[in-house]
T-cell receptor
């Protein structure tokens, strides 16, 4: 069974702390994504990566950075957490073979609360 | 303006009813996805469509590329179908996805 695994389901952090959210996929997918999900706003793209060490900013990259050192792992980093980053964070992966789009697979989500 | 619009935002149905959720999009796409999210849960993919119609159990998804419109139908709805249904499109030639804000479905026994 295909899988996208996020490291933590629930986190509580204090303002100013550095936060790492990790995501691992076992499907050898090229594309990996980090989204945040907020009520009424839907899913918003923070960053995505289409290959190892490659990354592109999404719609709301401010306050976040990412790392993709290995194909299966995509990490989201909050350098200095703030209360407005309290949200549900979802990692996703998808294959891409040029002409043929692949299905989209999500992790279970990481609910982050910043106090 | 959102690239993907869903309707309705909220839907309550009696068990057994036929349900339709609509999705309209404004960009050229390579594929459209219907996703399901149960309360507190992750998101699972129900369908990926680039043309025509797909069926899986009581769920049917259709797409009209010319009209840039897709529908998700649930026949003989059941309380376990209660979830948020999200339409997503993959922009043509690209790696990015655009999402609707979701339709929250509640099926009452």
């Amino acid at each position: 069974d295909v899988k996208v695994t996020q490291s933590s389901r629930y986190l509580v952090k204090r303002t100013g702390e550095k936060v790492f959210l990790e995501c691992v996929q076992d499907m050898d997918h090229e594309n990996m994504f980090w989204y945040r999900q907020d009520p009424g706003l839907g899913l918003r793209l923070i960053y995505f990566s289409y290959d190892v060490k490659m990354k592109e900013k999404g719609d709301i990259p401010e306050g976040y950075s990412v790392s993709r050192e290995k194909k299966e792992r995509f990490s989201l980093i909050l350098e200095s957490a703030s209360t407005n980053q309290t949200s549900m964070y979802l990692c996703a992966s998808s294959s891409w073979t040029g002409a043929l789009p692949g299905e989209l697979f999500f992790g279970e989500g990481s609910r982050l609360t910043v106090l | 303006k959102n690239e993907v619009e869903q309707s309705p935002q909220n839907l309550t149905a009696q068990e057994g009813e036929f349900i339709t959720i609509n999705c309209s999009y404004s960009v050229g796409i390579s594929a459209l996805h219907w996703l399901q999210q149960h309360p507190g849960g992750g998101i699972v993919s129900l369908f990926m469509l680039s043309s025509g119609k797909k069926k899986h159990g009581r769920l049917i998804a259709t797409i009209n590329i010319q009209e840039k419109h897709s529908s998700l139908h649930i026949t003989a709805s059941h309380p376990r179908d209660s979830a948020v249904y999200i339409c997503a499109v993959r922009k043509g030639g690209g790696n990015q996805f655009y999402f609707g804000t979701g339709t929250s479905l509640t099926v009452i026994p």
